[in-house]
């Protein structure tokens, strides 16, 4: 799996309009970032749950 992805950061303040003219708006880019980050720390503790019962106890 490649490298994980950092935390995406929300727009600051001045980023946005706040006229909710543009599309996509800078907030939609940002959920849509931190929905693939949540999605890969989701995998991410799978895939680590899974090794850690595949090792053997000692």
């Given at each position: 799996?490649?490298?994980?992805?950092?935390?995406?950061?929300?727009?600051?303040?001045?980023?946005?309009?706040?006229?909710?003219?543009?599309n996509?708006?800078?907030?939609?880019?940002?959920?849509?970032?931190?929905?693939?980050?949540?999605?890969?720390?989701?995998?991410?503790?799978?895939?680590?749950?899974?090794?850690?019962?595949?090792k053997?106890?000692?």
């Amino acid at each position: 799996m490649p490298r994980p992805l950092k935390k995406p950061t929300p727009p600051a303040d001045d980023d946005c309009c706040g006229g909710g003219a543009c599309n996509p708006c800078v907030w939609d880019n940002y959920y849509a970032r931190l929905q693939k980050w949540r999605i890969e720390q989701a995998q991410l503790r799978e895939e680590e749950q899974q090794n850690n019962e595949e090792k053997p106890s000692q």
